[in-house]
């Protein structure tokens, strides 16, 4: 026998896509602040600020929106 693989629904639940999207930008936001926090100087910084930031509230944005979105698919909103 082969071995099971599970294949994703062409049509995914946009909850849970924006979800992992926002798991991804706040990822990518973490790795933006570990050369910071490693060493600060002020290139580090200045990547700090104009990419960890943005992408930390990117990650934030988008999970606001997945949690409105399901709270009003279950009539709670």
């Given amino acids: 026998m082969g071995r099971y693989t599970p294949q994703r629904d062409s049509r995914a639940n ?9 798991f991804f930008l706040t990822g990518l936001g973490l790795l933006a602040t570990i050369p ?24 934030f944005i988008v999970y606001l929106y997945a949690v409105i979105r399901d709270l009003r698919s279950h009539g709670v909103m």
């Avoid at 849970?16 to 926002?22: C, D, F, K, M, N």
């Fill in 14 to 22: 946009p909850v849970t896509t924006a979800i992992e999207i926002a």
């Fill in 36 to 59: 910071c926090l490693v060493n600060t100087t002020p290139i580090t910084m200045t990547m700090f600020f104009f990419l960890g930031i943005p992408l930390f509230m990117g990650g």
